[in-house]
């Protein structure tokens, strides 16, 4: 393949080089034209599958990332239609004008079938949807449940019973929330594992989709300029952010059933930190990987209130819009209520690498900037020539927006003074990468259920222990009614975060801001 793709490609840009790499590497699944691959989108009337899975599908099906033969059956309970799913889709699909041909074939690949989520024999019609749709052919069926948690036993059970393939594999994708505590995810687990093998069970986390989140594996551990530095000789602390500028704008009914511990913190953020802390695997392979998050995961004692800061926003004044409103304003929200719509922790990690280190992980909404980063903050420099105006060394990881590598640290001043500055070296996407598209995280997700590869998917032992961590911290704040501290809409959350990272030694100088050059330009 190697050969045939060098000869023929010698002329061709790097994203497309890539992107042929990757219908190659699809070919497995196309090999056989007498196969049928069906997916099942649960709850297909919602907004998950209407803003998120179907235009992905798209995607996939206009890029010919799909498998041949495929066919996509939406289920849900409403009186909908395919084309009453392809008016709601639509503005989430991006359908360039010479598409339309294209987009109308996207479209008669798929059908509807209504049902329930609790009857055999809503499922049983489903089956036989499923049965009509392969043409007597053998049949790979994939399950997407894009449903809320309260659902996802019965309808997992009724799969089992009634929609599992005798001809090809089953595959079950479920989104979070897995669970709302420790015990609730365990006895999720134990039920999906009674039906299914682990390997048919995807628990998807888009945040392991994101291009900076998978780039990390590649930054640690293919240049020794970090796999050298890269503990707690040479770490001072490391920071793992995700803010959002807005609030929760009607929505906050769903929001206020699990906060933004749950929401962000104890999924995405605490995904990242294994990526960031794991030790180096025996290979790339998706179980040595999975192996040493779960390995780092379990050196991680459960997080204290006392290491915690919380916080609710409230109104701005001076703000425009949804500004003005505080989280309490919203008129999904009960006004008792103490939901946590901003969170601090620090978490410890009691291994040779990283003993002494604290991870500091931030996430709330309603703050002043989107962003979503890792920082590293390395050591102050031993024996300083310099009468103090050196300031600590940064390599940040910008997941979102604008994905960016860089490295923040000390230069001369030009000039014939010998002073210094503290500058970067930066390697933006936008401007290293100009040409390059970089896949929704959902595309990459997709790709890899079908693929059958689980590297970005969380194993049920990774999962216990994430709630492990969390559920001591989430029980004793519900508990004791702790009360959030209260921040104004669009500031940087309270300001006993701040200090907090302080006493753990974070410092911040204040004297720097990295440029999106793009931006600048």
């Not at 059933?257 to 749950?262: C, N, P, S, W, Y």
């Not at 900037?369 to 890792?374: G, L, N, P, Q, T």
Request: some cysteine.
């Amino acid at each position: 393949m190697s050969e045939e793709i060098s000869e023929e490609t010698s002329e061709l840009s790097a994203l497309e080089k890539g992107n042929l790499i990757v219908r190659e590497s699809c070919c497995f699944l196309d090999m056989n034209e007498n196969t049928r691959n069906i997916l099942v989108v649960f709850g297909a009337s919602g907004d998950l599958a209407q803003k998120k899975i179907y235009p992905t599908l798209w995607f996939l099906f206009r890029d010919d990332l799909l498998p041949k033969g495929v066919q996509i059956i939406g289920y849900a309970r409403s009186d909908i239609t395919v084309d009453g799913i392809r008016e709601k889709s639509k503005k989430y699909m991006k359908v360039r004008q010479n598409e339309d041909e294209k987009f109308e074939k996207f479209w008669s690949i798929n059908s509807y079938c209504k049902g329930s989520y609790d009857r055999g024999e809503d499922f049983k019609k489903l089956n036989d949807e499923i049965e009509k749709a392969s043409q007597d052919l053998p049949c790979n069926r994939l399950f997407y449940l894009a449903l809320p948690p309260s659902v996802f036993i019965p309808v997992s059970s009724l799969i089992h019973a009634h929609c599992m393939s005798k001809s090809g594999w089953t595959r079950v994708i479920i989104e979070k929330p897995f669970g709302h505590d420790y015990d609730s995810s365990m006895q999720l687990s134990l039920h999906l594992n009674s039906l299914f093998d682990e390997s048919q069970i995807y628990r998807i986390d888009h945040y392991l989709g994101k291009e900076m989140v998978q780039n990390l594996i590649t930054l640690r551990f293919a240049n020794p300029i970090f796999t050298r530095t890269w503990n707690r000789d040479n770490i001072a602390n490391v920071t793992i952010s995700f803010k959002e500028p807005f609030g929760t704008q009607g929505r906050g009914g769903y929001f206020d059933q699990f906060g933004i511990i749950r929401d962000v913190m104890q999924n995405h953020l605490l995904q990242v930190l294994s990526l960031v802390a794991m030790e180096k695997p025996i290979s790339t392979s998706p179980e040595d990987i999975r192996n040493e998050k779960v390995k780092v995961l379990k050196c991680v004692p459960e997080i204290l209130l006392e290491n915690t800061v919380i916080g609710q926003y409230v109104g701005n004044e001076q703000g425009e819009g949804d500004a003005k409103d505080g989280y309490l304003d919203d008129p999904t929200v009960p006004k008792d209520s103490l939901t946590a719509t901003y969170a601090f922790c620090v978490v410890k990690i009691n291994n040779e690498r990283w003993d002494g280190v604290p991870f500091f992980l931030k996430c709330g909404k309603a703050l002043n900037e989107r962003k979503a980063e890792v920082r590293i903050q390395f050591k102050d420099i031993a024996g300083d020539i310099f009468k103090g105006q050196t300031k600590r060394n940064e390599l940040v990881i910008r997941v979102q927006p604008g994905e960016a590598v860089y490295l923040k640290l000390m230069m001369k001043n030009p000039g014939m003074k010998f002073d210094m500055h503290e500058t970067e070296l930066d390697l933006s996407y936008d401007s290293r990468y100009k040409d390059a598209k970089l896949p929704d995280a959902y595309e990459r997700l997709l790709l890899d259920v079908f693929m059958g590869s689980q590297m970005h998917f969380v194993r049920s032992d990774e999962l216990a222990e994430a709630w492990r961590i969390f559920t001591p911290l989430l029980h004793k704040i519900e508990t004791e009614k702790v009360v959030p501290t209260s921040y104004v809409y669009g500031t940087r959350g309270p300001k006993q975060a701040d200090e907090l990272a302080e006493k753990y030694g974070f410092k911040f100088s204040g004297t720097y801001k990295w440029v999106d050059r793009k931006k600048s330009l």
